[in-house]
């Protein structure tokens, strides 16, 4: 009988398919709505952005990222300092403390991704790889949206359903 053959093999490419930049979960973090924005030919940098929930009892910490389409990748945040928005490298990295939720958001604490080696193209997601000091490592692809848009276009988390 072959409809069950089908329909196995379906399950199996379904389930082997990661979430097209969609949700990802790592022991107990909850990584989600990771996105960027396209950038123009010749752009040398970019911002990356998530929001990471941390269900744990134990507090954990986004050590650093890499992306093969960057030289370099370095986590930020922004700051006003004397009226002036700066923005610092955080080499110790981001605290995911226990119970919270952190977001990584345009004007806030980003990935910088730097040394671009190709222009990031709207609407194509682009791999990126998070590594948490005690949760480990996990793959993610990060929605691309327009350049300079606050956030990605139809972006909805099942969360946000029923919300305008």
Known sequence: MRFPTYTLIAAMLFAATPALAGDYTLGKLDIDRPWTRATP???K???GFVTIAN???EDDRLVSA??????RV????????DGVMKMRHLPDGIPVPAGETVSLAPGGLHVMFMELKEPIS????????????KAGTIEIEMSVAKP????PENHKHM???GKN
Do not use: K, N
């Open 45 to 47: 940098a970019a911002g």
């Open 148 to 151: 300079g848009a606050p956030a």
């Open 122 to 133: 709207e609407a194509t997601p682009v791999p990126v790889s998070l590594t948490f000091e």
């Open 159 to 161: 969360h946000d359903e």
């Open 74 to 81: 370095e986590l930020h945040t922004m700051d006003m300092t």
């Open 41 to 43: 030919p010749g752009a």
């Open 55 to 57: 269900s744990s009892a």
């Open 66 to 71: 890499s992306a093969i389409f960057a030289g």
